[in-house]
């Protein structure tokens, strides 16, 4: 039996699609409809069959939907809730997968009646890849979907949320919205920040050194590249709408960096090899923990 009668999904990108395919995988939904704006998408989506409809039309797309999951880059959201928001029913639960969560309630609650349950979530997956092409019905299979409803948000409807992401293989964890953003600024936003700075640097010095920073990259260089990949408009969004808790853990970092150059200027050893086998220990809590895979050489292969 369907989870939801009828599901709209707004944006079908990496995120979006794959929900789609793990909506269809699942019988999740009775009916699928999707919309993106984008419209080089729109015969790659209908060729995949990710959507039983794809609608030409935003605000008619969420009509009778009892579920609108918003998967477009957090800075359209205003836009988009101006657009639907007086088409959506009574009783609908609109959600979405920004990994910012404080500023999306500022950007959407506006639009939205007071009958209609919004619960923001965010399903910590991902690749670099992006469209509708890169999305895969496994994405977030053992992966944590965070919901971050208000204190007096409906607990049927959280729990028939959450009963969506476990559905679609996620582990969910409700947070509250500030403290979500103060973690994933650690955790995800500001190692992006770093490696799109990392590979900036790397590009202004390949003009001097004529491409040998591109032929003798090692693995550590590799990983930040493919970090640095990620769409540039979603991760513009997610900087712009979680400033603070951005700009507080860069603050922290930055005094963390500073302690380094000290140790290396001074030639303390003690001290970098205990911070060398603090961070070591992370590594290996965090593949006890089921959010890495134990494989050698970053999973790259190899002829033996």
Do not use: C
């Amino acid at each position: 039996m369907a989870l939801y009668d009828k599901i709209t999904i707004i944006g079908l990108g990496l995120i979006g699609s794959s929900i789609a395919r793990g909506i269809k995988e699942k019988k999740i939904a009775e009916k699928l409809v999707g919309f993106d704006s984008n419209p080089d998408y729109h015969a790659t989506i209908n060729e995949l069959n990710l959507v039983d409809e794809l609608s030409q039309d935003l605000a008619a797309s969420v009509e009778d939907s009892d579920l609108i999951i918003l998967a477009t880059p957090v800075g359209a959201y205003a836009s988009i809730g101006e657009t639907i928001g007086s088409h959506i029913k009574k009783g609908a639960t609109v959600t979405d997968v920004g990994s910012v969560k404080s500023a999306v309630f500022e950007m959407l609650e506006p639009h939205l009646s007071p009958d209609v349950h919004f619960i923001p979530a965010h399903p910590v997956a991902g690749t670099e890849q992006s469209g509708p092409g890169a999305g895969y019905s496994s994405l977030f299979h053992d992966r944590w979907a965070i919901l971050t409803p208000k204190e007096d948000a409906d607990p049927a409807a959280v729990e028939k949320l959450s009963k969506f992401w476990a559905s679609l293989g996620s582990d969910v964890e409700i947070m509250e919205p500030d403290h979500h953003d103060k973690v994933l600024a650690i955790t995800s936003h500001v190692p992006h920040l770093i490696a799109y700075n990392i590979v900036g640097t790397a590009r202004d010095l390949e003009e001097v050194t004529k491409s040998e920073v591109i032929k003798f990259s090692a693995g550590g260089f590799r990983d930040f590249t493919r970090i640095a990949a990620s769409n540039p408009t979603m991760w513009r969004d997610v900087f712009l709408n979680n400033k603070e808790a951005v700009l507080e853990m860069l603050g922290r970092f930055s005094e963390d960096l500073t302690a380094l150059q000290r140790a290396i200027r001074w030639e303390d050893g003690d001290a970098l090899y205990d911070m060398f086998v603090k961070t070591r220990r992370i590594r290996k809590q965090i593949i006890d923990a089921g959010q890495e895979e134990n494989v050698i050489n970053f999973g790259r292969r190899h002829d033996d």
